[in-house]
C-alpha cells in the first residue's frame, strides 16, 4: 500500500470548515483513498472514501487532486464532536484487504 | 450500518494469567476478521488477520503461541493473550470485513 503523509495535529474553530490535508504521492491506479477517525478510546470509524472523483456524504467531503497525490477531507461544519484523530489510509478494494493505519492528523475543534 | 462489538470492553487481570477477547459481527457475516492493538499515543497496529475456518496470519513480530485467535464461525472471532504480563496491557481493536472494514469499540487490556 502506498504511503500517506499527514500533519501531526490542526486546530479548528466550532462551526468553520475543517480541512484535513494527505498526501499519498506514490498512490497507484487501483487504490483508494479511505479516511476513517478515531475519537478518545473508542475504535475507529469509516469517514469516506474515493478513487479519483470527489466525494460527499453526510459527514464529509473528499476531494482527491487530478493526480491524485493528494487529498483533502473537508467536515463543513466542524463540532467538539469532531474533535479527533483522523486517518487517511491508501489501499486497494480487492479482497480482504487489510489496512495500514500511520501517525494521523489530531483535530482539535475549539470553542 | 454494520455493527461489530466486543466483549469485554474492559479487563484488568494479574500478570501470568490468560484473557479472552471476543469480537462479533452483529447484523453481517464475516469470512475475515483482523485484530489490531494500539498502545498509548500511538497509531493502530494490525497483530493478525482471521480468517474463518483457517489459521489466523500474523503480523511479524506477532508471537502467534501467545496471541492465540480462533474464528470458528462467521460471525465470531476470539483473541487469547496467553500468560498476560504487564508489558500486553493495550487496547485491543477488531474489524470484520463486508465490503469495507467496520471496527469495534475496542477492549482496553490492564495487566497488574
Known amino acids: 500500500d502506498a504511503k500517506t503523509t499527514q500533519p501531526t495535529s490542526m486546530d479548528c474553530a466550532e462551526g468553520r470548515a475543517a480541512n484535513l490535508p494527505c498526501n499519498h504521492s506514490t498512490i497507484s491506479g487501483n487504490e483508494y483513498v479511505y479516511w476513517y477517525r478515531q475519537i478518545h478510546s473508542q475504535g475507529p470509524q469509516y469517514i469516506i472514501h474515493?478513487?479519483?472523483n470527489n466525494e460527499t456524504n453526510e459527514m464529509a467531503s473528499l476531494i482527491i487532486t487530478e493526480d491524485r497525490k493528494s487529498s483533502t477531507l473537508i467536515l463543513p461544519h466542524a463540532t467538539l464532536r469532531d474533535t479527533a484523530v483522523y486517518y487517511c489510509?491508501?489501499?486497494?478494494?480487492?479482497?480482504?484487504?487489510?489496512?495500514?493505519f500511520g501517525t494521523g492528523t489530531r483535530l482539535t475543534i475549539i470553542p | 450500518g454494520a455493527v461489530v462489538s466486543q466483549h469485554p470492553s474492559w479487563v484488568i487481570c494479574k500478570s501470568g494469567t490468560s484473557v479472552k477477547i471476543e469480537c462479533r459481527s452483529l447484523d453481517f457475516q464475516a469470512t475475515t476478521m483482523f485484530w489490531y492493538r494500539q498502545f498509548p499515543k500511538q497509531s493502530l497496529m494490525l497483530m493478525a488477520t482471521s480468517n474463518e475456518g483457517s489459521k489466523a496470519t500474523y503480523e511479524q513480530g506477532v508471537e502467534k503461541d501467545k496471541f492465540l485467535i480462533n474464528h470458528a464461525s462467521l460471525t465470531l472471532s476470539t483473541l487469547t493473550v496467553t500468560s498476560a504480563h504487564p508489558e500486553d496491557s493495550s487496547f485491543y481493536i477488531c474489524s470484520a470485513w463486508s465490503g469495507e472494514q467496520f471496527f469495534g469499540p475496542g477492549t482496553r487490556l490492564t495487566v497488574l
Open positions: 474515493g478513487l479519483k
Open positions: 489510509i491508501v489501499t486497494d478494494n480487492f479482497g480482504n484487504e487489510k489496512l495500514t
